[in-house]
């Protein structure tokens, strides 16, 4: 009677059924481990980034704050002036 010990039963009908998976050898050790890990989880798919409208949102908010302030730069210079050629003149 042969012995029973793992990967030395070459023979006999269970042998000849077993499907070993394609892919990384590593993972194809034979042992349980190796057979989950060549199950695994496949990597979900890559989501679009979107760098490209934050970018943009920050450049109109920008361009905004920007504006505004020029504008309330170039009413305040002209107050001012006007104040003080008031006072002086």
Request: net charge negative; hydrophobic share 45%.
């Given at each position: 009677m042969a012995t029973?010990?793992?990967g030395s039963v070459t023979?006999?009908?269970?042998?000849n059924t077993v499907a070993f998976p394609v892919g990384n050898p590593v993972e194809n050790s034979g042992s349980l481990t190796g057979h989950i890990l060549s199950q695994g989880w496949s990597d979900p798919p890559n989501q679009r980034s979107r760098n490209t409208r934050v970018v943009v949102v920050l450049t109109v908010s920008l361009a905004l704050l920007?504006?505004?302030s020029?504008?309330?730069?170039?009413l305040a210079s002209d107050l001012m002036s006007g104040l003080f050629d008031g006072l002086l003149g």
């Amino acid at each position: 009677m042969a012995t029973a010990a793992y990967g030395s039963v070459t023979d006999g009908p269970g042998f000849n059924t077993v499907a070993f998976p394609v892919g990384n050898p590593v993972e194809n050790s034979g042992s349980l481990t190796g057979h989950i890990l060549s199950q695994g989880w496949s990597d979900p798919p890559n989501q679009r980034s979107r760098n490209t409208r934050v970018v943009v949102v920050l450049t109109v908010s920008l361009a905004l704050l920007v504006g505004v302030s020029v504008l309330v730069f170039l009413l305040a210079s002209d107050l001012m002036s006007g104040l003080f050629d008031g006072l002086l003149g």
